[in-house]
């Protein structure tokens, strides 16, 4: 014993003043938990609520009864995220250690029940556009698909509701820049974690102090009116809502690349907020922005809740959208629907033709699915291969011929959709090219 207690005592002991003083008290548990996306107190005596990855909305055992309590743990936490709350400033948006994005209020100035808090949990190691395949959120052809726009720079809208996936998502395509392109990244609070070496990060920032000597706040817009000049190959904007979007749409029309997600239902009630105040672009430049992708959280037809990319459009002109690609609900699978005239452009562009370019994709499909099949799903590690791909195409998709070829799959006469039946163990993405005759013309060729 020590100074009375036995050594199992002093355990608890010392694991209540870590949790404590060190950690996150009450919801310590919870916050350890990788399982769990978001975690939120509605005020006193309401349980704290988690969102779950495979079962959704939960309640928890963990109900703060006293009012002061919980005040002190909302200021502890905007203190753990270097920041003030108070009576004066009862509203924090901050980011905790470990990228943890928390929102909160203190007291009854502005939340009735007390105080409130949501913390929406980072994850540590972002997903891989491979862990998107098998997870069936985007197609084969998809990937490949995209893969070959953003090394045309082409610019890329990515639309859903709160939740969504949009980040992830936006995370995940960025694997296909090429090792060269400099990329500049703006944002609120940085969720996005690149692995490119020619990264810039820029972060706004609130008005900090009082009365005349508050500081200046630096705003989304100020930032992309900013990384202009920092000659940029691509500019991704964490979220658009507001005149950053003008500026960003003045970008991508004089040659940058664009990246930006948004928050809308579907690309009429997108079109509608960025032609109306405050972003208020004008719908000549609509057309600027080439691709536009819906995300969004779907029931799966075992009944699970997952993440879908539901459909991917190509902007020919104001009003005028090219449906690409188009989830089945009852399929649970990605139907390629239209020929690309995005695809027409790239040809043109490099002095190709449109087979020669549809074959390009058929070789990147390949390197995608050989990487699925080898279980190469650590994002640094599939941004490697990727980087491998630009610099020695011809080695590399040779590398993962011979390497399928290894295993009996034919890369000529196996149907893509037994092959990731036999990956995965189920047929919850299947790629289906064969709605698409140019497809079958180069297959047969080969």
Known sequence: TVRGLSEASWEKVMYYVERDLLGYGPIDVLMRDPRLEDISCDGIDRAVHVWHRDYESIPTNIVFRDRNYLREFVVKLAHMAGKHISTAFPIVDAMLPGRHRLAATFGEEVSPRGSTFTI?????????V???IANGHTDLWTAAYIWLMLENKMSMMIMGSTAAGKTTTLNAYANFFKPGMKIVTVEETPELNLTHENWVQLVSREAYGLGESKGKEITLYDLVKLSLRYRPDYIIVGEVRGEEAFVLFQAVATGHGGMCTIHAESI?????????????????????????????????????????????????????YRLIVKWDPRRDVHDQVAKSFLLQRIAEREGKSVEEVEEEIERRIAVLRWMLEKGIKDFREVSNIINQYYLFPEETYEKARMELHSVEISLEKED????LY?????????FRPSSNPQYKNNRSAE
């Open 268 to 320: 009429s009630k997108c079109v509608q907020r960025l032609t109306s105040p405050p972003m208020n672009v004008s719908p000549a430049y609509i057309s600027s922005m080439n691709i536009m992708i819906l995300i969004d959280r779907v029931r799966l037809p075992g009944g699970k809740i997952g993440r879908r990319l539901r459909y991917l459009w190509e902007v020919e002109d104001f009003n005028k």
């Open 120 to 128: 929406r949990k980072f994850r540590q190691k972002p997903f891989s």
């Open 422 to 430: 036999s990956l995965r163990g189920r047929q919850d993405i299947i």
């Open 416 to 419: 893509i959709s037994k092959i």
């Open 130 to 132: 491979i862990e998107l």
